[in-house]
T-cell receptor, first 113, second 112 residues
């Protein structure tokens, strides 16, 4: 399968714990995006990487959130001291350098108890 | 005012009919427009992109863009029950195409 992959697909955690999600983009795509989606809403932009550089961060991305893409390939999104309001689907998308069309992975559904 | 607005629906059409989905956006300088389909519990799947005023057709789908009216629509001809999903309108703003804004989506039900 050559699409965007995300791991884990589901994560249940207790409030206050740290969680980390991984995204593997389509291999030739140099742009990578993280979004958060809650029920009944469209995806909300969180952050964007071009290669290994994090070029944009939404104001939604509080200090508890950090994202990395150390070698310009896979990316990780970490949430520290999770809160119940962090419960959502976390989506990763990628796009190639010649197009702004974004292709989404299956998402990681986070539930904070 | 939300940056991208869609009628949340639900929109219900009979099988074989034309489904019309509408979207308005607030940033007049927006450059790129996308329609995604999202089945319940799944991630968004790209249907079409459109960049210029007018119509763009791809199979049973037609996207229409009117930048003067800040309006983009998606027509689905010969609707099938498998088209039942939430349709998301996405708009890339003028400043860059990386900070894409999504509407909340319109839920479409096609009844057999």
């Amino acid at each position: 399968d050559t699409g965007v992959s995300q791991d884990p697909r589901h994560k249940i955690t207790k409030r206050g714990q740290n969680v980390t999600f991984r995204c593997d983009p389509i291999s030739e795509h140099n742009r990578l995006y993280w979004y958060r989606q809650t029920l009944g809403q469209g995806p909300e932009f969180l952050t964007y990487f071009q290669n290994e550089a994090q070029l944009e961060k939404s104001r939604l991305l509080s200090d508890r959130f950090s994202a990395e893409r150390p070698k310009g390939s896979f990316s990780t999104l970490e949430i520290q001291r999770t809160e119940q309001g962090d419960s959502a689907m976390y989506l990763c998308a990628s796009s190639p350098h010649w197009s702004y069309t974004q292709y989404f992975g299956p998402g990681t559904r986070l539930t904070v108890l | 005012q939300k940056e991208v607005e869609q009628n949340s629906g639900p929109l219900s059409v009979p099988e074989g009919a034309i489904a019309s989905l509408n979207c308005t956006y607030s940033d007049r300088g927006s450059q790129s427009f996308f329609w995604y389909r999202q089945y319940s519990g799944k991630s968004p799947e790209l249907i079409m992109s459109i960049y210029s005023n007018g119509d763009k057709e791809d199979g049973r789908f037609t996207a229409q863009l009117n930048k003067a009216s800040q309006y983009v629509s998606l027509l689905i001809r010969d609707s099938q029950p498998s088209d039942s999903a939430t349709y998301l309108c996405a708009v890339a703003p003028r400043s860059n195409n990386n900070d894409m804004r999504f509407g909340a989506g319109t839920r479409l039900t096609v009844k057999p």
